[in-house]
């Protein structure tokens, strides 16, 4: 049977899945993503409570396992992610800041974290879910202190210190047209006049079995037409435990239009999952009651959803 990175190599795409560190101790996860996937995203060994959970003290441990593992199969890596409201240590969410001195914290991160890993991570997800699901700007610790000024601020200096990763802005429930969709297109439209180096927007495309959006293509082309790449960078399609066999089906269809609409999509560059089996998934931790959401089961069975994807591909 095919693999699905020949199959997407074939449609000019990368398809990728997330990993953990811990799951990297298991010989199943390792042979399977080796040989089904292009890239792997770090599921947590690169946010910033993983890297800087001290100011100033940097700890690349769980960044640097993930990419030797990634290097060893010769597989590619996308930095996940530089500025974010959550994972975030309390030094940086709870400090007394002024514009000044949150700008220096910004550029030092992004700026080390950047530079360790130059030349190596071919995307960074540069800032992470920065809107309210009505399109308005989140209430974080850098929107608080510096504005939508944090945004062009993380990008400049993520540009500056590797020339050559895309520098991507990524959230959820962006995956069909509405306000959040909105504000994002009109953001990135904004700061791309004003030449900030925006390359990507990143849909993460957290769904529900049986709950994609009718406009799930055509808000992926829309943003396209702002002349950025476009990807789908956590997609995980869940369900209430355990999946019905009606639901298995319906799951297939999901996994074909989602990763059919990237395929469909010309600027739209590749899929990542976030995980692949059901033995280590987000899910259930997150959503109680929920889970069943990626390709292949918890005993490395692959699912109708698997299928989904082969016949999107
Ligand atoms: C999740 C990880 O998978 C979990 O292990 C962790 O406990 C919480 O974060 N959006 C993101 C990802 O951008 O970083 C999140 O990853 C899932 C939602």
């Given amino acids: 049977q095919a693999t699905l990175k020949s199959l997407a190599a074939a449609k000019g795409k990368y398809i990728g899945a997330a990993a953990d560190n811990g799951e990297l101790i298991d010989p199943r996860f390792q042979q399977i993503i080796g040989e089904q996937f292009h890239s792997t995203t770090p599921g947590n060994g690169m946010k910033w409570d993983a890297i800087e959970p001290r100011q100033g003290t940097f700890n690349f441990a769980k960044g640097d396992e993930i990419l030797a593992f990634a290097q060893s199969k010769g597989m590619t890596v996308r930095g996940h992610t530089l500025v974010w409201h959550s994972q975030l240590p309390g030094w940086v969410a709870n400090g007394n800041w002024t514009r000044e001195t949150l700008t220096a914290v910004i550029e030092n991160h992004i700026n080390t974290v ?109 943003f396209a037409s702002l002349g950025v790449d476009v990807a789908l960078t956590e997609l995980d399609i869940r369900t209430s435990t355990p999946i019905s066999e009606a639901k298995s089906q319906q799951q297939l269809l999901d996994y074909k239009t989602t990763v059919g609409a990237c395929v469909n999509t010309p600027s739209c560059v590749g899929v990542t999952i976030w995980g692949f089996t059901d033995r280590y998934s987000w899910i259930p931790s997150t959503f109680p009651g929920e889970g069943d959401a990626l390709p292949w089961d918890k005993n490395y069975n692959r699912k109708a959803a698997h299928d989904g994807i082969v016949l999107a591909l």
């Fill in 114 to 222: 950047v530079n360790h890993y130059k030349g190596t991570l071919f995307h960074w997800d540069v800032v992470n879910e920065i809107f309210n699901e009505d399109g308005t700007w989140r209430d974080t610790v850098f929107y608080r202190v510096l504005g939508e000024d944090f945004v062009s601020l993380a990008f400049r200096t993520a540009r500056a210190a590797d020339p050559n990763a895309k520098l991507y802005i990524n959230d959820y429930n962006i995956d069909g047209s509405g306000p959040k969709s909105t504000a994002m297109f009109n953001l990135v439209q904004k700061l791309r006049a004003e030449g900030v180096p925006i390359d990507g927007i990143g849909s993460q495309a957290h769904l529900i079995v049986g709950s994609i959006p009718s406009s799930f293509e055509s808000n992926l082309q829309n």
